[in-house]
């Protein structure tokens, strides 16, 4: 088989077989060789094992065995989410059945920029993102493919800006994502407003008093799964405040959107429908791998103000003629079909199939929670909300926390968060693994444990 063959046309399947085996191996023996969550030897040490692989980036003459090599090193030194010792941050292990479909689309290699580009493509598109607009409004609502929360709150804010001006102001929670204030400054808003949240959610009251004293028009974020905890804003009280002062309301629930797919803790987000637009995120609590992020809009026209025309895209008369005109869909031109794997994995999977994980790891969660609050050399911040556990070694300093979190990464041995609460340090467990099982999280305490009973 040539190193130049085209993974689509007739030959594709051919040459993609072999290809795929190579894969699979390295993956495996990478994993292998790094026997646990996360490569030991720390920064130092992950990097010389890549140089090695890497070598000359590139070479006079082609190495027809690049991809092994190269799979291999990357899977050696990569942080595995699938590991259930592997709990740091909101990266979640993607489905099988996902990933797979991930590699029909990079096969199929479809641009949605143009209908030409991708005819089949472009229609699934259309028809998941209102499907999944439609959990959330009643109505004609819609939502558009993003690459994560940062772009679904970059988009938020554009259309809160082209709606009503650009005095409009960012009124945000000090819990809010950093891409919130970040995406006010890159289109040059007035600087935003940060209402406090002393219990780790946005204070109602101070709320009221800015949106009584400030000039407006007002844009509110609210957020449904903070980053640092998972907790959720008081979304009723906010969208109340939000009428009553004509202030519009978008809601980032990048982590905690996922909620809606359970049954049991979809009520958690009650007063998600009151908001203009809402930041949702698969790659999250939706087993995705990256990047699979929406953005739901309530009021489809609002999407008017994203279009462009460029002739070679969506001329006049190809759109009279009916061929759908996709560059209002996004603020890139080319996009890779993320929609085929969330459609896969909503058809395969279906509401109860996603929903019971979303249970499990919620599920797992309190019961590490309870293990932490159990056990007498560990305080736990508070129980969780989502599946997000904030917990510490009792009786010592932020620095001694610190110190814990940095010695299991460089042992390899645990991946664990960090963040910071009522003044104090702790370290985060966010568990988004649905095959975690009781004796992961009896394991992960343990190590804990002993990285905080060595000498520093």
Known sequence: MSTQSLASGPEGPHALRPLLDTVLQALHQGAHARGGPLPAGGPAAVAARLRAALGDVLPQHGDPDALHTLVHALAEGAADPADPLCAAHLHCPPLAVATAADLAASVLNPSLDSWDQAPAASELETLVTRGLAAEVYAGPADALITTGGTESNQLALLLAREK?????????GANAHHSLPRAAWLLGL?????????TGTLDPTALDEALTTLPGPHLVAATAGTTDAGLIDPLPEI???CTAHHARLHIDAAYGGGLLLSDRHRTKLTGLDHAHTITLDLHKLGWQPVAAGLLAVRDPHDLTALHQHADYLNAD????AGLPDLLGRSLRTTRRPDVLKIAVTLKTLGRTGLGALVDQVCDRAEEFAAL???HPGFELHDRPTISTVLFRPAHTTDDAVAAVRRTLLHQGRAVLGRARLDGR???KATLLNPDTRPDDVATLLALVEK????PA
């Open 164 to 172: 009503h001006g650009t005095g409009l102001r960012l009124i945000c």
């Open 239 to 241: 969208a109340a405040l």
């Open 451 to 454: 990285a905080a009973d060595e």
């Open 190 to 198: 007035p600087d935003p407003v940060t209402i406090p949240a002393p």
């Open 317 to 320: 008369d190809d759109t009279e």
């Open 372 to 374: 932490v609050q159990d």
């Open 425 to 427: 340090l702790w370290l």
